[in-house]
């Protein structure tokens, strides 16, 4: 119980924070972007989402991770798309080849002896993140990009503003 009401008030605290720092986002965009009202739910939107594809993901949760892409999947279109949202160039292009590395991953955790798509670089680089664990192990490298991907389109977003770091697990130590 005290765990649930902690974990409550610390993301209350945390959608606070993310609005106050966003406040101007949302009227005044950097040269050359676009600015709407709606950049402040997308930022919060795009941030949990992120978030939570992590947790599952390196708990090795396959049917959670696929839910979780296949909730992505759609919001990262319409990002690419610049229709309902209204974000910088360059922004919109990385949520297209982020969509591409959640479709390619959905696609291979429903039939583990596809073969691999070849997919474009990245233009944002890829931390070092422990692979997934066991049956994910197949779509690790996909998905670390694609969590690269959508903290970099987190970035764009937010404009100068930090982007919370991912919730990934410590590595393991060696020989423990």
């Known amino acids: 119980m005290k765990g649930k009401f902690g974990r409550s008030i610390a993301l209350v605290a945390a959608s606070s924070l ?51 892409l296949g909730q992505l999947s759609p919001v990262l279109a319409d990002i690419a798309a ?20 959640a479709d390619e991953s959905s696609r291979l955790l429903a039939d583990p002896t596809a073969k691999a798509r070849q997919l474009p670089p990245l233009p944002v680089p890829i931390p070092a993140l422990p692979d997934l664990p066991g049956p994910l192990k197949i779509v690790s490298d996909l998905v670390k990009a694609l969590l690269a991907a959508v903290t970099g389109i987190l970035g764009g977003i937010l404009g100068g503003l930090p982007v919370p770091p991912l919730p990934v697990p410590p590595l393991p130590v060696p020989g423990s």
Do not use: F, W
């Not at 106050?20 to 950097?30: D, Q």
């Not at 709606?38 to 919060?44: D, E, I, K, Y």
């Not at 610049?82 to 590395?101: H, M, N, S, V």
């Open 18 to 68: 993310l609005a106050v720092g966003m406040a101007g986002i949302a009227s005044a965009s950097p040269g050359g972007g676009k600015g709407s009202s709606s950049t402040q739910a997308l930022a919060a939107q795009v941030l949990q989402m992120r978030d939570d594809l992590t947790k599952v993901a390196y708990a090795g949760n396959v049917g959670a991770t696929r839910a979780d």
């Open 82 to 101: 610049g229709k309902r949202y209204t974000i910088q160039t360059d922004t919109e292009q990385l949520a297209g080849l982020a969509k591409g590395r």
